[in-house]
């Protein structure tokens, strides 16, 4: 096992036989000198977060550091819609009232996406799967061109994050948004700007935040114990307490340790 130490001013991960830097926060990345480890296999990061956890964040730092495309069905789903293609028309309506999309029309997206040049030294997958019929594909795909997935599930403690999302508050007036916790208004209860009572946005209610993280569950759970039973590895990363900063540098870990 390679373990990193403080010599270095930045982190390196090997992939998909290209070596790559990570640079730590209020750090130059630099280029290590070791010649790349030409047997790493592509990879597919498959990424899961509940509410909260930041996954969107994470999703895009790792494409960033690692030059590799984070591919979110949602993105891909809206585009369409704009485009206002036949997928597009299709969707739309049920994008519109939060409905699941029909797996076979997510799947051959998921599918075309694959086919493009840019995902062939890896790839970030964002929302997807999203059912155990999207998992059985997706796992058909990797193995008929080779890709091996590394499939890390965000995870927040429920209390964190509620506090962290109840505690909102938002100035109707001005727009401002304060944190009970984090970024009190400096009289409670009225904006600093000009003194308008602030209000609690509907979405970060308790009760409509509980039920986003137990449809979460609900629909995340199946899927898990999917890759369980096929033997895959699901790796559990805190993302409760640190900063975007500590939970990028864990999943870096995960990728090297592989
Ligand atoms: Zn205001």
Same mark, same amino acid.
């Given at each position: 096992m390679r373990r990193t130490n403080s010599r270095t001013p930045a982190e390196f991960l090997e992939f998909g036989n290209r070596q790559v830097s990570v640079p730590k926060t209020e750090t130059r990345a630099e280029r290590v000198t070791q010649p790349p480890e030409s047997s790493r296999a592509v990879l597919a990061i498959v990424l899961f977060g509940s509410p909260g956890s930041g996954k969107g964040t994470q999703a895009k730092l790792l494409s960033a550091s690692l030059s590799i495309p984070q591919i979110s069905t949602g993105d891909m789903l809206r585009a369409h819609v704009r485009q206002g293609n036949a997928v597009g028309t299709a969707v739309e309506s049920k994008l519109k009232a939060g409905i699941l999309v029909k797996d076979d029309v997510v799947n051959s997206l998921v599918a075309e996406r694959l086919?493009?040049?840019?995902?062939a030294r890896g790839f970030i997958l964002d929302g997807y799967p999203r059912t155990v019929a999207q998992a059985e594909t997706l796992c058909g795909l990797l193995k008929s061109r080779g890709t091996q997935e590394l499939v890390i599930h965000l995870v927040v403690d429920y209390n964190v994050i509620i506090a962290r999302l109840t505690g909102r508050r938002q100035c109707p007036v001005c727009g401002t948004l304060y944190n009970l916790n984090s970024r009190a208004p400096k009289v409670p %209860?009225?904006?600093?700007?000009? %003194?308008a009572p602030l209000m609690v946005r509907e979405d970060d209610r308790e009760s409509v935040i509980r039920e986003r993280l137990d449809a979460y569950q609900r629909q995340t759970c199946p899927i898990l114990d999917y890759f369980r039973q096929k033997g895959e590895q699901i790796h559990d990363v805190d993302a409760s307490h640190d900063q975007p900063e500590a939970v990028f540098r864990k999943i870096v870990g995960l990728i090297r340790e592989r």
């Open positions: 086919g493009q040049p840019d995902t %209860g009225v904006c600093d700007l000009e %003194g």
